[in-house]
């Protein structure tokens, strides 16, 4: 088994374990819309994910959810100067200092127009949560009865 694979597996094991959602998904988006604004940002986040990421989570050196969760965190970085905050689940917010499984995580760009990017969504995220979601990274003012209004 290559450094990839294992890697992988062991996200997979983690998602599995604790419900958690899977970041790869929009972690993709995040590295797609770099590519298109920012080819050095871009170089820079695929070999921070090939050399650090991918390397330290299958040398068992890094816990993977912690591990995709900084990597999210350095993609938004590289997008946008900002700030990192965990939302709790009552929907007061704190700087990101650390991992925290049910916490929604953003970084909030410096730019005033810019949306707020996703970096990790909680497996189950509270009402607070989603209403922080809707309205900073969706641009929505309300909750749709899918975010369960």
């Known amino acids: 088994m290559n450094s990839q ?17 899977d970041p790869r998904e ?3 988006e995040q590295l797609k819309a ?4 920012d080819t ?4 820079e986040a695929v070999t ?9 989570i299958a040398q068992g050196a890094a816990d993977p959810l912690p591990a995709w969760t900084a990597y999210g965190l350095r993609l938004a970085e590289l997008a946008h100067s900002g700030r990192a905050v965990a939302i709790d689940t009552t929907g007061r917010s704190k700087a990101y200092d650390a991992f925290e499984a049910n916490a929604l995580v953003l970084h909030l760009p ?24 809707a309205w900073l990274v969706a641009g929505r003012n309300k909750l749709s ?5």
Request: no cysteine; hydrophobic share 30%; proline share 5%.
């Open 5 to 21: 694979e294992s890697a992988d597996a062991k996200l997979d094991e983690a998602l599995e374990r604790t419900g958690a959602r």
């Open 26 to 28: 929009f972690y993709r």
């Open 34 to 37: 770099l590519r298109e604004s």
């Open 40 to 43: 050095t940002a871009y170089e």
């Open 48 to 56: 921070y994910y090939r050399e650090t990421l991918i390397t330290s």
């Open 110 to 133: 410096d730019e005033k127009r810019a949306r707020a990017l996703l970096v990790q969504l909680p497996p189950q995220p509270s009402r607070a949560q989603r209403a922080t979601y």
């Open 145 to 149: 009865e899918a975010d369960g209004a």
